[in-house]
Every structure is written in structure tokens, then in C-alpha cells.
């Protein structure tokens, strides 16, 4: 079995630190990804608490009638 060597380690962490950093400095017009990627308070965080609307109405073209969608108690539209 080879052994990592110091060099390797050491670009392996200077590599980790710079990726970190970049992730939370915004890169022109897009936003800092570090926030957005954050397990306990980024995109998932908004996306498991977020409610459905009781009631909406939307057109869709080319649909002859009126439609009925019913979401059951997982969330899943029927």
C-alpha cells in the first residue's frame, strides 16, 4: 500500500481551502453557491418547508376543458 505523499496532502488541502472560498464570493452576476449549497439552511432548507397553495388557477393552452388537480397528503399532484 503507498502512502500519500506530504506534497500531494498539501496541494489536496490548498485545493479545499480555495474551493471554499471561491464558494462564498459572488462570481459576476451570479450569487454566492456556498449559501445556496448549505445542507441545514440553504435550497433544501426552503425546498422541505415550503407549502403548497390551498387554491390556484392557471391557463393552459390547448386543454378543450376544465381540470381538477388534487395533491395528496405526500404532496405528489394526481
Known amino acids: 500500500m503507498r502512502r500519500p505523499s506530504v506534497l500531494g496532502t498539501v496541494a489536496a488541502g490548498l485545493v479545499l481551502v480555495l474551493t471554499a472560498f471561491i464558494a462564498q464570493r459572488p462570481v459576476g452576476p451570479l450569487p454566492a ?5 448549505d445542507p441545514v439552511h440553504g435550497i433544501w432548507s426552503a425546498v422541505t418547508t415550503a407549502d403548497l397553495p390551498a387554491d390556484a388557477t392557471a391557463t393552459i393552452d390547448g386543454l378543450a376543458a376544465g381540470t381538477d388537480v388534487r395533491y395528496d ?6
Open 73 to 78: 397528503d405526500r404532496g405528489v399532484p394526481h
Open 33 to 37: 453557491l456556498g449559501p445556496l449549497l
